[in-house]
């Protein structure tokens, strides 16, 4: 992950390079009353290509940078048969929102969401968009969600809420755990062992982490008790700090 973030970073600074450039070249065509309209025009698209090279470079630089520091949503919502049995689980919109939205603010991203209704359904663009101005978008189409004893208000907002959910799971990568998931964080799950803690505790020191928060966010009481399906999440996380400001 660390390699992969400084990639990024380095593709990010030699467009931004090549940008400086395009826009001295046309400030001194514009100073030159010889250069011809056509020539300027050409000179304005190539700026406008770089531009947005420049701002699709950032979005993935950022978005390598955020990934790892995404937390997964524990499951509370739940699907019931009609003997009123859960039948499965899936993470509330409102857990999801409130979790990713502090984290997409640090790394200068947004996700936004147009809704529309074509030939009867539901239609759910969800946009994530980065502050360089680059953005990204995936759309699903669902029905309306009459089930139970729903209105037909109450259906189109459950099926919103369902696009809303699917598409920031979908732009954002993110996973999602129930209380039956092997102890997702902890208490049931294989811990990490002594020479992945001692790496880890190096790193995190390395790079001045916040030790209390990091083990916060993966719910150990310490590092030695992180769990061993967290250990790649915990590196790459601890790796994208080397290249933050």
């Known amino acids: 992950m660390g390699a992969l ?3 990024e970073t380095e593709q990010a600074s030699a467009v931004g390079q ?17 250069v011809d309209i056509d020539k300027m025009e050409r000179l304005m698209l190539m700026q406008e290509r770089i531009f947005d090279r420049n701002a699709k470079s950032a979005y993935s630089a ?25 039948q499965s689980t899936y993470a ?15 790394h200068g991203f947004a996700i936004s969401f147009r809704i529309s209704h074509p030939e009867g359904c539901i239609a759910v663009t969800g946009v994530l968009s980065h502050k360089d101005g680059h953005s990204e978008e995936t759309t699903i189409h669902l029905p309306h969600d009459g ?14 809420s369902y696009g809303k959910r699917y598409t920031a799971s979908a732009l954002l990568n993110l996973t999602s755990y129930g209380d ?28 001045k982490a916040d030790i209390n928060k990091f083990l916060n966010f993966f719910r150990a009481e310490s590092i030695s008790d992180l769990a061993a399906k967290d250990y790649d999440r915990a590196i790459g996380m601890l790796n994208a700090k080397r290249v933050q400001p």
């Open 5 to 7: 973030v400084e990639k």
């Open 18 to 34: 090549e940008s400086t450039a395009i826009i001295s070249m046309i400030e001194r065509a514009a100073r030159d009353p010889s």
């Open 180 to 207: 039956d998931d092997d102890g997702y964080h902890g208490g049931n799950s294989e811990t990490i062992s002594s020479d992945q803690a001692e790496t880890v505790r190096a790193l995190a020191v390395e790079v």
């Open 147 to 160: 089930s139970g004893s729903k209105n037909a208000v109450q259906a189109v907002g459950s099926s919103t």
């Open 92 to 106: 509330l919109w409102e857990d999801i929102n409130t979790a990713i939205k502090p984290v997409l603010a640090a």
């Open 62 to 86: 950022a978005l390598a940078q955020m990934q790892p520091e995404l937390p997964a949503i524990k499951e509370r919502g739940g699907i019931k048969d009609r003997g009123g049995k859960v």
